[in-house]
Structures are given as C-alpha cells and as structure tokens.
C-alpha cells in the first residue's frame, strides 16, 4: 500500500501520447499520483493507470511534446492523486489540474484531499427537497430544482446554454439561504467562452463566491478526466465542511466524455456504444453522485452540468446515459431559439425529478404542483393540436384545438421568454401560470383542485 | 504468500502459492477488500475485487477464505440496508461516518441483538428437514420460523427466552442449529418441488392489475428509457404490492432515490397489517458512484434473501432497479477479462446470466413443505428507450409479463406510463380463475371489452391525425373522447393523492364498471342518432376523469340515469 514517500526512476521505456510506461518499482500503486520531469525541469502531473511486478502505465495530464526516453525522471508521490481544498478557493480561477491561472499563489490549503471522493453512505444522504430558485420561470415553475440535487441543462451547439447559465449564476438563490457559492468548471471549452464567462462573473460582481476550474479546449484530455473531479472535490469540501449551498456548473460533459474516449482508446480497452467505454456510465456516475445532502450537515451540493447533445441526438450515449444518472434533465429546443424565445427550455421533454417534494406549502406555494400538472397537461394538448394542423390546417381544428394553438402560443410568449437580466420570482412566475390558464375554459382545468381555482384565478 | 501482480481498475491478477477455488472469496492488500476469484491460470488467479483498489500495489498479499460469496441469513435482515455484497449500511454509517470507506466491514447479522424465540419442539421430537423448531418475531409483522436443516431428533432445544443469532438453539440428529445461516449467492436453494402459478400479485395499480396481471412466483420485466418513471413505479410497487416481504434492489441507480425509500417508508402503514411498510422491507442499495464489482453481486444477494424468506414460507417480491446497470457490470468485468464481446460488447453469456437471475423466481413447495413464491419486478434501462437492445431482447425470452413505458406518455406527465400497445401479458389460468371466483365472474369478458374498445381508439386517434377529429363519424369521436378519459381516470393513477395512490381489485373492477357502461350505453344512444358532442359534453365525462380520488365510487345506475337523460 501507499506508505512509502516519493521515489523517482530515471528514464521511460514507452511513451506514446500522454501515456508513457515505465519499468515498476515496488511499492507503486494502482492510481498513484506521479510527476513527470522533462529535459529541462518542466514537471507535468499524471497518475498510475496500470501497473504490474514490471512496467507502471502512466497517463499524464499536460503536453508531451518534447519528452524523451532517457532525460525524463518520474518520480511516484506516494499517494492517490490529490487537491488542496481550503476557504480561500472562493474568488480563484484554477487551471483544470487546479495550479493557479490567476497570477496569485496557490490558494492554502487546509488539507489535501484524494479527487475520487468517496461514496456518500446512502444511509447518511438527507433527501433534497429545499427549492432553489433560478428567477426563470419555465425552471421554477415546471422543472423545479432543488439544493442538492443534479439536473444537466440538454442543449447543442449554438443555443444560448451559455447566456442561461450564466444567468444562474447571477440569479439563484433559495429562501433563507445565506451561504452561496458556485462552481464553475471549463471542460474543453474554447478560450473565448470562457473569458465570455469571467467577464460576467465579474460584471455581476459574483466572483468572490466562486471558484473557477478551466480546461481549455487546447489542454490535454487527460487533464479533462480530472478537472470536474478536482471541482468537485472544492465543492465538497465547501458544502459538506464549510456548509455552504454550492452549485456546479461542469460544462460542457460531451467534452469530457470524449476526452474519456480518446484516453480508453489509447489504452487499447475494448469500446462500447459509438466507441466510448463500457465504463461511460460508472464513471459519468463517479462524478454526477457527489451531489447531495448528508444527515446532520448544513450545506449542499447542487449540480447543474451542461450537455451538447451531439447533432441534436439525445440518445447519443453522453446525454442518454447522463439522462440515466441525473434527477431530470433541462432541454433546450432550436425551434423554440429560432422563434427568438430565450430561454428555449422545451418543457415536455424536460422533467425534475426531485420536484414533487420541493414544492407546495411551506416550499414555493400550495398551488404550484396543480397550476404545474395542469401547464403540462396543456402544453401536451397544444402540441397534438399543432401536429393536427400541420396536416389539415388551422380552420378544421376544433374550437378546443384553436383555443390550445392560442394558449400555446402566450405561453412561449409570456411564460417561457424572458429578458437575460430578468428575475423573476415563483410568486411572480405562478401569476403567469394562472393569467395562461385563464385562457383555457373551466371544464379544461382538471388537474387543479377547485380551492385553488376559487382562490387563485383572477 | 499469494501476491498481487497486476491491477488495472477492480480485475486484479495474483500469483498463488495454495490451492485457490473458482468463485472462492480471498481479501486482497493491507486493507483486506473483498474480492472473487473469477478465472485461474496455471499459479495466476483474476480476481474481481469489490471495493475501490485505488492505491493497490503488485507485491501486496492476497489471503484466500476457503468459502465462496455467501449470504448470510436469519432474523434481523428486515428493514436493514445493506450494499452490493450485504454490508450493513447503517451500522457503518455509525462506526465509520457519512462517507463509505475501502476496507470497511462489519458482520450483515447484528451478533448482539437479541431475539425473542418461542420453541416449537420438545427435546426428543422427531422432526423432517424444514420443519419449525421455533419462532423469533422479527418484526411487528413477520414471525420468522426457525427450521430444522436436517431430519432427525431433538437433542436440545432452548427454552423461551433471548437468544443472538449466531447462539445454539437447538440440537437436531448431532447438528447445532442457530438461527444464523449462510448461503451461496450464485446458487438457487433447493425445493421440494415448482408449483403452478395460481394467484395474482395484486399491485394496487390498475393498468397492470386489470390489463397486464403479474402471477406470484412470476418473474417480469420494466423496460422504459429515462424519464418514463421506472423509478417511481418501482416505488408504487414496493408501497403496494401485496405480498409479505418485499425486497428492493438499487443497482447501479441513483443514491437519492434510496434516500426517498427510507424516509418514506417508515410513514408508509401497510393496509393489510397495519404495519410500518419498512418492517417488511430489504432495500439493498448499491448506487452508481459505488463499485461496480458489487453492482454485480448485489442481484445475487438480493435474490438469496429472497429465496430464504420464500422457504420460510412467505411471498416475496424482489425489484430490482435497474438489470440494465447489473448487465452494464457484466460487461464491465468481461472486458476487463479481455474475453470476446457478443453484440454491443456484452459478453456471449448475458442471455444465459439472466436467465439464471429470472429462473429464481417461482412459487414453490418448500422442503419443509410450506407454500412461498419469490416474484421478481426487474426494471430495464434500454439505451435510447430502444427496447430492440440485447438486455431487453434476451429477458424478454425468459419472462411472460412485460410492462413498457413510454416516453410519449410520461411527457404528457401519464403515470404510470405503461404503454397498452407494448405491453403484454401471458395470464396462467390459475391468475384469470383467481380474478372470477375473488372478484367478478364476468372478469374475462370485461377485461377484454376494455383492451377492444382501446384498441378501437387507436385506430380511431391514428384516423384522427390525418383528418382531424371533427371529420371523424360519431361513433369514432365518442369512443376517441372516452379513451381519452379513460386515459386519464382509469389508466392514470397519481403516486402522491391519498386514495388512488392504490386501488384495490374490487374498487378496480367497479371504476372500470362504470366505464364500461358509459361505453355501452353511450354506443347505443348514438345508434339512436344521438350527436356524439351531446353525450360527451355530459357532465359525466368530466366527472369520470376525477372520480379515481373519490373515497366512494357514483352507482352504475346514476351514470346510467345520466345517459339516459341526455
């Protein structure tokens, strides 16, 4: 076992990509943490991702070019790969190994912990159910997330999933929650999106109460594999130590399942579905579980991760299994974005799973579960209605049908739309809920108890 | 020594110096994790080791324990969570703390708690294998009988009083008898003999109850792609169904969800006992984050119980959720093992591991001669909602009763979201003559009525779509709109409103009743020439739509006055 402290071999006998295998040295141990020293001193991180009585395989988490067999030392660590997690990660901006990007030192660290956390004792989870409020109506109303929950926003290239979670960040809160921090992890994306995002972390002043993790598109995809498991680890600690409410925004997850793919087909594993590994799903699981709340504990972890569903196709194995993991999924719709709706969140496909229980009295408002059931009951007859059209055209719809094509129409409008800076709170929200199904006639509105109707409907 | 001499993820290789078994469980490193000798080679053994190996090192010593993966039995299992390989979770929770540690282990059994125990037999009895020696009151609502292992006399027999598990209780032909046993987890414990299936494992909710029954003893399969609420019918069934002993399997799902069970369950009264639902209830959790080696066993555990508190004489209900994340294990460790990959990279004996699973299900006569059935409620989670995929394809070889969800229907928030088109079941006999002695004797007939008058409106709604539906004749625009509403107060049935959450057979037979004569009655008047707008615009319909809710039920003639007077 790891007990030894570091040793250091000279010299590689293989090195191919980021993967370079070395004659072993006893003691090292599966999933050690290394480092790896060029002809010129430069150090670059990597871990142990095989090892034998022989050769230790070694996966390395920043560029290779220029290393060579016999100058390169690599010295084992000793122990499991590691991050320093302290107060003062909130307001930094970290590499995706987590080194400084920021021109500051390296923010102190209270205690090194290992990336791969350990599994939450199922018994030891509280069940989230303290409503979260984004200030967007289509989210709060009708896919009401919760602290501690994990819901991944479904978008694809060229919608505004950005813009929406940026706006989170400006904008969530929940009632009587004081302690907010968010974090924020670059997955691969391009440098102009992420100084997009820092720009308006700072315009809005939300800064010091986020840390930043950024993979660039152009780091290596080994470093990808560890970034959110670093972030992660920061927003851990933070929750579960610090008790604060944290949100991660791990964006974009088909990034890093595509770095997952490149790094298990340099290893020669045997895919899976379209080439990417039987373990997609573990693994994506090892990151989306560390969401929660633990019995007895303050804080909580909420995790919002965006996908781009590659060519829209939400059966691709990234989404479809992430869809599997997470409690629910926001998607976002091109059409909708065409019509110049923003947010384009399509709310039938789209679901919370946690929302049952964080609504209602006491939560968001006796009404919203039954002014929610009632909206998605519509909008299921507005599109049927929709299709009905396109075949036979609006006039031979029924009286009903053209009342829905109506209502469904005010609610892209008045509902679902919404300005980039606009916050609206669920009480506002539920008033627009009952201004659209005003439209409808009372026969319709069977999904609501009539002592809502009587007290609500204006 | 055995030494390790490989690692690369849970499939690690070891040279041995002592005779090794196939299956054999040996504790791997410092930390002793718990591992399964699954190939041998010559002096080298592939171990699946079912714990996190992260900081594991070639040269770490490898201790074999003699015995296969076992299961460990007796009382004191009821309303425990335990993990893939039946560590108890709560009472790691308070030794270690929130966060499960490598290595971690405590005996499945509290070996300190006492049990009260009530003999049965007196010292020089005579008595066959399985009969009662005693009886422990596990809980509130399971008296949980001690059986002899073997036949033969009594020798001792210990007298009322507090016993731990793993105390002799008994003496029977030479054997001590505990009330503590083990069991292998891959093999079926043996029975006297397979009994037909007779007796339907009512769930409480109606698509499935009245349209796609399942038999106790039967096994059935889920298929449903995310967000069709596999999980949330998981959880009606655990709440509802009638049988004694319900076990749940968590495999590879999501730690919240078990959360959810936990803290509702003990709020949850069992309308037959009176009972806190979770003093009938094994949840075995074994969530994504947590091994995936485990994963794989956590079925095999799950079933075990299952199989001794079926040869105690009970019906047991096994779900498990999902088999989809337990063959995804499968696949997992073959492709460790580099073994040959069938279709999409499943090893050629998936079809063959589950069918192992499913075969262990069944209602029995025990050796002891007592009557139990083990039911088994395996939720799939196809790719892509694809139902086409190798692990729905091969279950649905091995099981009668599949219950597909559908997407369309849960976007359109239906639940449960059973599909009636791709849905099926293949009822025994004994299940159709069970509902026509119990609860009506025209139940056949009904039944079939409903699924044909739904059948029609499909075809009518598909005729719909490309004409619209005031094109549509009468007839067809009545029946389209009493599907719809058939949809929505009979098919339909919410999880969370107090009366419907479960429905009973008979309230199933009387909802449907007053459908079914709206539907007779409403097909006449418009052979009378009635406009079809007249009748549905009754108040009726709107009425039909809530009246799931309501704690009584309108009379069939009331509904027939309303007819009749439009």
Not at chain 2, 97 to 125: M, S
Not at chain 2, 161 to 170: L, N
Request: net charge negative.
């Amino acid at each position: 076992m790891l007990t030894m402290a570091s040793i250091e071999r000279v010299g590689v006998d293989e090195l191919r990509g980021s993967i370079a295998v070395v004659e072993a040295i006893p003691g090292v141990g599966y999933r050690e943490e290394v480092e790896v020293i060029g002809a010129h001193g430069e150090s670059l991180p990597g871990r142990v991702l095989a090892v034998t009585e022989s050769v230790a395989v070694v996966e390395i988490f920043a560029p290779t070019d220029g290393l060579r067999l016999d100058s390169s030392r690599i010295r084992f660590r000793g122990h499991p790969l590691r991050f320093g997690v302290g107060p003062e990660l909130l307001g930094r901006v970290l590499d995706g190994a987590g080194r400084p990007l920021d021109g500051l030192p390296p923010p102190p660290a209270a205690e090194m912990r290992p990336i791969t956390g350990s599994a939450i004792n199922p018994t030891r989870r509280a069940y989230p159910r303290d409503f979260l409020e984004t200030g967007i109506s289509s989210i709060d109303a009708l896919d009401s997330v919760v602290l501690g929950q994990k819901i991944p926003i479904f978008s694809e290239s060229g919608l505004p999933h950005d813009a929406l979670a940026m706006q989170i960040v400006r904008q969530v809160r929940a009632p009587g929650v004081e302690k907010f921090a968010i974090v924020f992890a670059a997955l691969g994306l391009p440098r102009e999106t992420t100084r997009r995002y820092l720009d308006d972390f700072d315009a809005s002043g939300a800064r010091s109460r986020l840390v930043v993790f950024l993979n660039h598109a152009d780091d290596p995809a080994a470093e990808r594999v560890i970034t959110p498991r670093c972030a992660l680890t920061a927003a851990e600690y933070l929750a579960f130590d610090l008790g604060y409410h944290v949100v991660v925004i791990l964006n974009d997850i088909t990034n890093y399942g595509e770095a997952l793919r490149e790094i298990s087909a340099a290893r020669g594993e045997v895919p899976s579905r379209k080439g990417y590994p039987g373990y997609l799903y573990s693994d994506l699981a090892s990151l989306f579980e560390r969401a929660g709340r633990i019995a007895g504990r303050p804080g909580s972890l909420t995790q919002i991760p965006i996908v781009t569903l590659p060519s829209g196709d939400m059966s691709h194995p990234i989404p479809d299994l992430t869809g599997y993991v997470t409690e629910g999924q926001i998607v976002l719709d091109r059409e909708l974005a065409r019509r110049g709706v923003y947010p384009p969140v399509s709310i039938l496909p789209s679901l919370s799973r946690l929302m049952t229980d964080g609504i209602g009295a006491g939560r968001t408002r006796e009404d919203h579960a039954d002014v929610a059931k009632q909206l998605y009951a519509a909008l299921a007859r507005v599109e049927r209605a929709r299709s009905l059209a396109a075949i036979i055209g609006t006039d031979e719809l029924t009286e009903i049908e053209r009342t829905y094509i109506v209502f469904g129409e005010r609610f892209e409008r008045e509902m679902l739309a919404q300005a980039s800076d606009e916050r609206r709170s669920i009480a506002e929200t539920l008033t627009i809920g009952w201004r659209l199904l005003s439209i409808l006639p009372r026969s319709e509105l069977t999904r609501i108890r009539d002592e809502f109707i009587a007290r609500y409907a204006s | 020594m055995s030494v390790l001499t490989e690692i690369s993820g849970w499939v690690v290789k070891a040279r041995v110096d002592e005779p090794l078994g196939l299956r054999e469980v040996v504790y791997v490193g410092s930390d002793q994790l718990i591992g399964e000798v699954v190939a041998l080679d010559h002096s080298i053994a592939t171990i699946q080791v079912y714990e996190e190996t992260e900081g594991l090192a070639p040269g770490d010593r490898v201790i074999a324990s003699g015995a296969p993966l076992v299961v460990e039995l007796g009382p004191g299992l009821l309303g425990e969570v335990f993990d893939g390989v039946q560590r108890p979770l709560g009472a790691l929770a308070a030794r270690d703390g929130d966060f499960i540690r490598a290595g971690t282990r405590l005996p499945p059994l509290d070996r300190d708690k006492l049990w009260p125990f009530e003999p049965a037999v007196a010292i020089g009895d005579d008595v066959t294998i399985g009969a009662e020696l005693g009886l422990v009151q596990e809980t509130g609502a399971i008296a949980h009988p001690i059986l002899a292992p073997v036949s033969g006399r009594i020798h001792s027999i210990a007298g009322r009083g507090s016993y731990r598990v793993a105390d002799v209780v008994a003496r029977v032909d030479g054997h001590d008898v505990t009330m503590l046993q083990t069991s292998r987890a891959r093999v079926p414990r043996p029975v006297a003999e397979r009994l037909p299936l007779a007796h339907p494992l009512i769930t409480g909710q109606r698509v499935l109850d009245t349209f796609f029954p399942l038999a106790r003893g039967a096994p059935a399969c889920m298929p449903g792609g995310f967000g069709t609420g596999k999980t949330v019918t998981q959880h009606q069934l655990c709440r509802w169904a009638d049988a004694d002993i319900i076990i749940f399997v968590g495999c590879g799902e999501r730690g919240n969800e078990i959360t959810q069970l936990l803290r509702e369950l003990p709020d949850l009264v069992d309308p037959r006992t009176g009972r806190h639902l979770r003093e009938r209830t094994i949840l075995i959790a074994n969530t994504s984050n947590m091994p995936v080696s485990a994963r794989e066993g956590s079925i095999f555990t799950g079933v075990t119980i299952g199989e001794y508190y079926r040869d105690l004489g009970f019906h047991v209900l096994l779900l498990a959720d999902s088999i989809s994340r337990w063959a995804e294990a499968l696949r997992e460790i073959s492709g460790r093992l580099e073994e040959m990959p069938a279709e999409e990279g499943y090893p050629p004996y998936l079809s063959s591991a589950l069918a192992a699973f499913f075969e262990r299900a069944g209602s029995v006569r025990t050796l002891g001669g007592r009557e139990g059935s083990l039911s088994i409620i395996a939720a799939i989670s196809p790719p892509a909602g694809d139902i086409t995929e190798p692990v729905t394809r091969h279950a649905q070889r091995f099981v009668q009763t599949f219950w597909t969800l559908d997407r369309h229907l849960a976007a359109a928030r239906v639940f449960p979201a059973v599909s009636m088109r791709d849905s099926y079941s293949d009822i025994p006999a004994g299940v159709m003559r069970w509902w026509e002695s119990q609860i009506d004797p025209q139940w056949h007939s009904k039944r079939g009525t409903a699924m044909a008058f739904l059948e029609d409106a499909a075809r009518d709604e598909e005729m719909a779509r490309l004409v619209g539906s005031e094109s549509l004749p009468d007839r067809e625009r009545f029946v389209l709109r009493l599907a719809e509403v058939f949809q929505e107060g009979f098919l339909q049935q919410s999880a969370y409103d107090e009366v419907d959450a479960c429905c009973a057979p008979a309230r199933q037979r009387d909802l449907l009743d007053l459908f079914l004569a709206t539907y007779k009655r409403g097909l006449e008047l418009i052979g009378e020439g009635k406009p079809a707008d007249a009748i549905v615009s009754l108040p009726l319909f709107a009425n039909l739509q809530r009246v799931k809710s309501a704690k009584t039920l309108p009379a069939i003639s009331d509904v027939e006055k309303e007819l009749a007077a439009c």
